[in-house]
Protein backbone atom coordinates (compact mmCIF):
# COMPACT_ATOMS: atom_id res chain seq x y z
CA UNK A 1 0.00 0.00 0.00
CA UNK A 2 1.38 3.28 -0.97
CA UNK A 3 2.04 5.62 2.19
CA UNK A 4 0.87 9.16 1.26
CA UNK A 5 2.41 12.08 2.70
CA UNK A 6 -0.02 13.22 6.08
CA UNK A 7 -0.71 9.73 6.47
CA UNK A 8 1.77 8.57 9.00
CA UNK A 9 0.65 9.75 12.40
CA UNK A 10 -2.80 7.50 11.58
CA UNK A 11 -1.03 4.31 10.07
CA UNK A 12 1.73 4.20 11.73
CA UNK A 13 1.84 4.69 15.77
CA UNK A 14 -2.17 4.07 16.16
CA UNK A 15 -3.08 7.53 16.08
CA UNK A 16 -6.03 6.89 14.86
CA UNK A 17 -8.13 4.22 16.46
CA UNK A 18 -10.31 1.56 13.80
CA UNK A 19 -13.39 1.91 16.58
CA UNK A 20 -12.41 5.65 16.71
CA UNK A 21 -12.66 5.79 13.17
CA UNK A 22 -16.31 4.42 13.05
CA UNK A 23 -17.63 6.33 15.52
CA UNK A 24 -16.26 9.50 13.61
CA UNK A 25 -17.72 7.87 9.99
CA UNK A 26 -21.52 7.12 11.84
CA UNK A 27 -21.00 10.96 13.28
CA UNK A 28 -20.07 12.63 10.25
CA UNK A 29 -22.46 10.61 7.96
CA UNK A 30 -25.45 11.47 10.62
CA UNK A 31 -24.70 15.10 10.65
CA UNK A 32 -24.14 15.38 6.96
CA UNK A 33 -27.73 13.15 6.73
CA UNK A 34 -29.42 15.90 8.81
CA UNK A 35 -27.99 18.76 7.04
CA UNK A 36 -29.42 17.69 4.23
CA UNK A 37 -32.46 16.44 4.83
CA UNK A 38 -35.33 18.70 3.43
CA UNK A 39 -38.00 17.60 5.68
CA UNK A 40 -37.04 16.79 8.95
CA UNK A 41 -38.59 14.41 12.13
CA UNK A 42 -39.64 17.40 13.64
CA UNK A 43 -41.14 19.05 10.69
CA UNK A 44 -43.14 16.00 10.29
CA UNK A 45 -44.19 15.60 13.68
CA UNK A 46 -45.12 19.26 13.75
CA UNK A 47 -47.19 18.79 10.31
CA UNK A 48 -49.03 15.68 12.16
CA UNK A 49 -50.32 18.09 14.85
CA UNK A 50 -51.04 20.70 12.05
CA UNK A 51 -53.60 18.38 10.45
CA UNK A 52 -55.24 17.07 13.42
CA UNK A 53 -55.50 20.27 14.80
CA UNK A 54 -56.85 22.07 11.55
CA UNK A 55 -58.92 19.39 10.22
CA UNK A 56 -60.05 18.57 13.97
CA UNK A 57 -60.84 22.05 14.51
CA UNK A 58 -62.93 22.16 10.86
CA UNK A 59 -64.88 18.88 12.00
CA UNK A 60 -65.82 20.20 15.45
CA UNK A 61 -67.25 23.62 13.46
CA UNK A 62 -69.48 21.55 11.12
CA UNK A 63 -70.24 17.91 13.18
CA UNK A 64 -73.74 19.70 14.54
CA UNK A 65 -75.01 21.38 11.39
CA UNK A 66 -78.27 19.79 10.79
CA UNK A 67 -78.56 19.82 7.57
CA UNK A 68 -75.13 19.92 6.29
CA UNK A 69 -74.35 23.49 5.15
CA UNK A 70 -70.36 22.93 5.17
CA UNK A 71 -69.74 26.62 7.43
CA UNK A 72 -66.40 26.72 9.08
CA UNK A 73 -66.34 29.02 11.55
CA UNK A 74 -63.86 31.85 11.99
CA UNK A 75 -61.65 31.03 15.04
CA UNK A 76 -61.13 27.17 13.20
CA UNK A 77 -60.13 28.79 9.81
CA UNK A 78 -57.83 31.48 12.11
CA UNK A 79 -56.64 29.01 13.22
CA UNK A 80 -55.54 26.82 10.06
CA UNK A 81 -54.26 30.07 8.84
CA UNK A 82 -51.93 30.81 11.34
CA UNK A 83 -50.55 26.54 11.61
CA UNK A 84 -50.68 26.40 8.00
CA UNK A 85 -48.51 29.62 7.44
CA UNK A 86 -45.95 28.54 9.77
CA UNK A 87 -45.96 24.99 8.17
CA UNK A 88 -45.24 26.99 5.38
CA UNK A 89 -42.68 29.42 6.79
CA UNK A 90 -40.78 26.71 7.80
CA UNK A 91 -40.79 24.35 5.53
CA UNK A 92 -39.29 26.97 3.42
CA UNK A 93 -36.78 27.67 5.71
CA UNK A 94 -35.48 24.07 6.10
CA UNK A 95 -35.43 23.32 2.52
CA UNK A 96 -33.53 26.67 1.64
CA UNK A 97 -30.85 25.44 4.46
CA UNK A 98 -30.68 22.34 3.53
CA UNK A 99 -30.07 23.26 -0.49
CA UNK A 100 -27.76 25.81 0.59
CA UNK A 101 -24.01 25.05 -1.08
CA UNK A 102 -25.48 21.99 -2.77
CA UNK A 103 -25.64 21.84 -6.45
CA UNK A 104 -26.29 19.42 -8.96
CA UNK A 105 -28.99 16.96 -10.50
CA UNK A 106 -30.11 15.82 -7.81
CA UNK A 107 -30.63 19.69 -6.48
CA UNK A 108 -31.94 20.23 -9.51
CA UNK A 109 -34.82 17.88 -9.36
CA UNK A 110 -35.75 18.54 -5.76
CA UNK A 111 -36.07 22.29 -6.78
CA UNK A 112 -38.37 21.12 -9.62
CA UNK A 113 -40.35 18.15 -7.35
CA UNK A 114 -41.00 21.41 -4.34
CA UNK A 115 -42.03 23.89 -7.71
CA UNK A 116 -44.55 20.99 -8.96
CA UNK A 117 -45.68 20.33 -5.46
CA UNK A 118 -46.61 24.24 -5.07
CA UNK A 119 -48.33 24.38 -8.48
CA UNK A 120 -50.41 20.93 -6.95
CA UNK A 121 -51.53 22.82 -3.90
CA UNK A 122 -52.71 25.98 -5.51
CA UNK A 123 -54.51 23.70 -8.46
CA UNK A 124 -56.09 21.71 -5.81
CA UNK A 125 -57.91 23.88 -3.85
CA UNK A 126 -58.02 26.68 -6.65
CA UNK A 127 -60.94 24.37 -7.59
CA UNK A 128 -62.77 24.85 -4.67
CA UNK A 129 -63.44 28.69 -6.56
CA UNK A 130 -65.65 26.88 -9.27
CA UNK A 131 -67.00 24.70 -7.11
CA UNK A 132 -68.70 27.51 -4.67
CA UNK A 133 -69.32 29.77 -7.95
CA UNK A 134 -70.95 26.96 -9.75
CA UNK A 135 -73.45 26.24 -6.51
CA UNK A 136 -72.59 22.61 -5.99
CA UNK A 137 -74.35 21.11 -2.82
CA UNK A 138 -73.26 21.32 0.30
CA UNK A 139 -72.40 17.62 0.99
CA UNK A 140 -70.16 18.58 -2.12
CA UNK A 141 -68.61 21.60 -0.69
CA UNK A 142 -67.83 19.83 2.13
CA UNK A 143 -66.34 16.75 0.62
CA UNK A 144 -64.53 18.31 -1.88
CA UNK A 145 -62.29 20.60 0.10
CA UNK A 146 -61.58 17.75 2.63
CA UNK A 147 -60.38 15.56 0.60
CA UNK A 148 -59.92 16.21 -2.90
CA UNK A 149 -57.00 18.75 -2.94
CA UNK A 150 -55.09 15.93 -0.57
CA UNK A 151 -55.91 13.43 -3.25
CA UNK A 152 -54.64 15.91 -6.17
CA UNK A 153 -51.75 16.65 -3.99
CA UNK A 154 -50.42 13.26 -3.15
CA UNK A 155 -51.00 11.16 -6.51
CA UNK A 156 -48.91 14.65 -7.56
CA UNK A 157 -46.40 14.45 -5.17
CA UNK A 158 -46.14 10.26 -5.53
CA UNK A 159 -45.87 10.30 -9.73
CA UNK A 160 -42.85 13.29 -9.54
CA UNK A 161 -40.90 11.74 -6.64
CA UNK A 162 -41.10 8.38 -7.98
CA UNK A 163 -40.13 9.59 -11.51
CA UNK A 164 -37.33 11.02 -9.48
CA UNK A 165 -36.18 7.57 -7.64
CA UNK A 166 -37.02 9.55 -4.41
CA UNK A 167 -38.69 5.94 -3.07
CA UNK A 168 -39.80 7.21 0.53
CA UNK A 169 -41.08 10.44 -0.12
CA UNK A 170 -43.08 8.70 -3.60
CA UNK A 171 -44.20 6.38 -0.38
CA UNK A 172 -45.40 9.22 1.84
CA UNK A 173 -47.26 11.10 -0.87
CA UNK A 174 -48.75 7.69 -1.48
CA UNK A 175 -50.03 7.32 2.09
CA UNK A 176 -51.30 10.63 1.95
CA UNK A 177 -53.33 10.53 -1.60
CA UNK A 178 -54.50 6.90 0.10
CA UNK A 179 -55.96 8.62 3.11
CA UNK A 180 -57.32 11.50 1.61
CA UNK A 181 -59.40 8.93 -0.65
CA UNK A 182 -60.95 6.94 2.25
CA UNK A 183 -61.76 10.01 4.20
CA UNK A 184 -64.41 10.70 1.30
CA UNK A 185 -66.02 7.97 2.67
CA UNK A 186 -67.01 9.67 6.20
CA UNK A 187 -69.64 11.89 4.37
CA UNK A 188 -69.04 15.76 4.33
CA UNK A 189 -68.49 16.62 8.18
CA UNK A 190 -66.19 13.23 8.93
CA UNK A 191 -64.56 13.54 6.14
CA UNK A 192 -62.58 16.44 8.07
CA UNK A 193 -62.23 14.21 10.60
CA UNK A 194 -60.79 11.32 8.64
CA UNK A 195 -58.37 13.49 6.58
CA UNK A 196 -57.04 14.98 9.81
CA UNK A 197 -56.62 11.91 11.70
CA UNK A 198 -55.48 10.28 8.13
CA UNK A 199 -52.64 13.28 7.90
CA UNK A 200 -51.30 12.42 11.19
CA UNK A 201 -50.78 8.86 10.83
CA UNK A 202 -48.74 9.45 7.74
CA UNK A 203 -46.83 12.31 9.25
CA UNK A 204 -46.37 10.35 12.56
CA UNK A 205 -45.26 7.36 10.51
CA UNK A 206 -42.82 9.84 8.40
CA UNK A 207 -40.87 11.20 11.43
CA UNK A 208 -39.55 8.03 13.03
CA UNK A 209 -38.70 6.63 9.83
CA UNK A 210 -36.42 9.70 8.53
CA UNK A 211 -34.83 9.95 11.94
CA UNK A 212 -33.98 5.86 11.27
CA UNK A 213 -32.72 6.68 7.91
CA UNK A 214 -30.58 9.57 9.07
CA UNK A 215 -29.36 7.25 12.00
CA UNK A 216 -28.50 4.47 10.71
CA UNK A 217 -24.68 3.22 10.99
CA UNK A 218 -22.51 3.15 8.34
CA UNK A 219 -20.25 0.40 9.51
CA UNK A 220 -22.12 -1.56 11.84
CA UNK A 221 -25.77 -3.57 10.84
CA UNK B 1 -6.53 -12.21 4.50
CA UNK B 2 -5.33 -8.74 5.32
CA UNK B 3 -7.96 -6.23 5.62
CA UNK B 4 -6.27 -2.36 5.26
CA UNK B 5 -8.11 0.91 5.87
CA UNK B 6 -6.86 3.01 3.20
CA UNK B 7 -4.73 5.27 4.34
CA UNK B 8 -6.16 8.21 2.23
CA UNK B 9 -9.75 7.77 3.99
CA UNK B 10 -8.41 7.12 7.51
CA UNK B 11 -7.56 10.61 8.65
CA UNK B 12 -10.66 12.45 10.69
CA UNK B 13 -10.28 15.46 8.61
CA UNK B 14 -10.16 13.69 5.40
CA UNK B 15 -12.73 10.97 6.91
CA UNK B 16 -15.40 13.63 7.99
CA UNK B 17 -14.64 15.64 4.05
CA UNK B 18 -15.76 12.47 2.78
CA UNK B 19 -18.47 10.98 4.77
CA UNK B 20 -20.08 14.37 4.32
CA UNK B 21 -19.77 14.36 0.61
CA UNK B 22 -21.00 10.76 0.35
CA UNK B 23 -24.29 12.03 2.32
CA UNK B 24 -25.13 13.74 -0.85
CA UNK B 25 -26.43 12.16 -3.91
CA UNK B 26 -24.75 11.00 -6.57
CA UNK B 27 -23.41 13.84 -9.23
CA UNK B 28 -24.28 16.69 -6.37
CA UNK B 29 -21.78 19.14 -4.78
CA UNK B 30 -21.23 21.10 -2.08
CA UNK B 31 -19.85 24.71 -1.83
CA UNK B 32 -16.40 25.01 -0.39
CA UNK B 33 -17.93 27.49 2.00
CA UNK B 34 -20.72 25.17 3.35
CA UNK B 35 -18.26 22.32 3.67
CA UNK B 36 -16.04 24.68 6.27
CA UNK B 37 -19.25 25.37 7.91
CA UNK B 38 -20.18 22.26 8.39
CA UNK B 39 -16.91 20.69 9.18
CA UNK B 40 -15.42 23.71 11.53
CA UNK B 41 -12.25 23.68 9.33
CA UNK B 42 -9.90 26.96 8.46
CA UNK B 43 -9.84 27.30 4.95
CA UNK B 44 -6.56 26.49 5.05
CA UNK B 45 -6.86 22.80 6.33
CA UNK B 46 -9.81 22.38 3.78
CA UNK B 47 -8.08 23.24 0.96
CA UNK B 48 -4.61 20.99 1.91
CA UNK B 49 -7.41 18.16 2.47
CA UNK B 50 -9.20 18.51 -0.36
CA UNK B 51 -6.32 18.82 -2.55
CA UNK B 52 -4.92 15.49 -1.22
CA UNK B 53 -8.22 13.96 -1.80
CA UNK B 54 -8.45 16.03 -5.21
CA UNK B 55 -5.16 14.38 -6.35
CA UNK B 56 -6.28 10.97 -5.63
CA UNK B 57 -9.42 11.23 -8.01
CA UNK B 58 -11.65 10.01 -4.70
CA UNK B 59 -13.27 14.28 -5.24
CA UNK B 60 -13.48 16.52 -8.05
CA UNK B 61 -13.66 19.95 -7.40
CA UNK B 62 -14.65 22.96 -9.74
CA UNK B 63 -13.99 26.50 -9.69
CA UNK B 64 -16.76 29.03 -11.18
CA UNK B 65 -16.49 32.98 -11.28
CA UNK B 66 -19.45 34.88 -10.68
CA UNK B 67 -18.31 38.45 -11.70
CA UNK B 68 -15.79 38.86 -8.87
CA UNK B 69 -16.77 36.41 -6.95
CA UNK B 70 -15.14 32.75 -7.31
CA UNK B 71 -17.14 29.80 -6.29
CA UNK B 72 -15.24 25.95 -5.38
CA UNK B 73 -17.68 23.24 -5.05
CA UNK B 74 -16.42 19.75 -4.30
CA UNK B 75 -17.69 16.59 -4.78
CA UNK B 76 -17.21 12.71 -4.56
CA UNK B 77 -16.46 10.77 -7.89
CA UNK B 78 -17.47 7.21 -8.18
CA UNK B 79 -13.34 6.49 -6.85
CA UNK B 80 -14.17 8.05 -4.09
CA UNK B 81 -17.57 6.74 -3.42
CA UNK B 82 -15.95 3.16 -3.95
CA UNK B 83 -13.18 4.06 -1.58
CA UNK B 84 -15.21 4.85 1.21
CA UNK B 85 -17.11 1.71 0.58
CA UNK B 86 -14.49 -0.47 0.54
CA UNK B 87 -12.81 1.52 3.41
CA UNK B 88 -16.61 1.00 5.29
CA UNK B 89 -16.22 -2.83 4.61
CA UNK B 90 -12.91 -2.72 5.74
CA UNK B 91 -14.01 -0.76 9.46
CA UNK B 92 -17.00 -3.78 9.65
CA UNK B 93 -14.36 -6.35 8.89
CA UNK B 94 -11.89 -5.27 11.79
CA UNK B 95 -14.19 -4.30 13.75
CA UNK B 96 -16.09 -7.62 13.44
CA UNK B 97 -12.87 -9.47 14.59
CA UNK B 98 -12.98 -7.45 17.77
CA UNK B 99 -14.69 -8.74 21.11
CA UNK B 100 -17.15 -6.12 23.13
CA UNK B 101 -14.03 -4.93 24.97
CA UNK B 102 -11.85 -4.54 21.72
CA UNK B 103 -9.80 -7.92 22.11
CA UNK B 104 -9.58 -9.96 19.21
CA UNK B 105 -12.53 -11.90 18.59
CA UNK B 106 -12.09 -16.19 19.29
CA UNK B 107 -12.31 -16.18 15.29
CA UNK B 108 -8.70 -15.84 14.93
CA UNK B 109 -7.81 -12.15 13.43
CA UNK B 110 -5.68 -9.64 15.23
CA UNK B 111 -5.11 -6.29 14.58
CA UNK B 112 -1.48 -5.36 14.12
CA UNK B 113 0.19 -2.60 16.50
CA UNK B 114 -0.79 0.68 15.24
CA UNK B 115 -0.69 -0.31 11.80
CA UNK B 116 -4.80 -0.69 11.29
CA UNK B 117 -4.75 -3.99 9.59
CA UNK B 118 -6.58 -6.54 10.51
CA UNK B 119 -4.69 -10.07 9.84
CA UNK B 120 -5.40 -13.83 10.33
CA UNK B 121 -3.70 -14.90 13.50
CA UNK B 122 -2.48 -17.68 11.65
CA UNK B 123 -0.82 -15.43 9.36
CA UNK B 124 0.58 -13.67 12.13
CA UNK B 125 2.02 -16.89 13.70
CA UNK B 126 3.23 -18.33 10.65
CA UNK B 127 5.17 -15.47 10.77
CA UNK B 128 7.02 -15.27 14.17
CA UNK B 129 7.64 -18.89 13.63
CA UNK B 130 9.92 -18.44 10.68
CA UNK B 131 13.60 -17.59 11.45
Same mark, same amino acid.
Not at chain 1, 165 to 187: K, S
Given at each position: ??H???T &??T?Q?G?????Q????L????????? +????L?????????????V??G?????V?????? *???????????????V????????????R???????????????? *???????????????A?????????????????S +?????????????????????L?? *????? +??A?? &???F??????????G??????????????A?????????? | ??????????????? %?????L???P??? $?????RL??????T????????? %?????????T?K????S??K???ALT?????A?????Q???????G?D????? $???????????? %?? %?????? $?T?????
Amino acid at each position: MDHIPGT &AGTTQGGGFDPRQAAALLDQATQQARR +AFTPLTPLLFTFRAVVALVVFGGFWLSVRGQHPY *TGHISGWAIAVAVVLVAINIGWTAWVIGRAGTGVSGPAQRKWQAW *TGIMVAAWIIGYAITAPLYHAGVSHPVWGLYPAS +APLLIIGLAGAAVAAAFRYWPLAG *TCLAI +AAAAA &AAGFGGPAGSWLSTGIGLCAVYLGAAPFTAWRQRRSMVRP | MTTELDPLIHMPTRL %KIVATLAALPDGD $ALSFTRLQDMLGLTPGNLIIQLR %KLDEAGYISTTKTRNGSAQKTTAALTAKGRAALSAYTQALRDLLGGLDGDGRP $AEAGYEISAGDA %KL %KPRAEI $ATRQESP
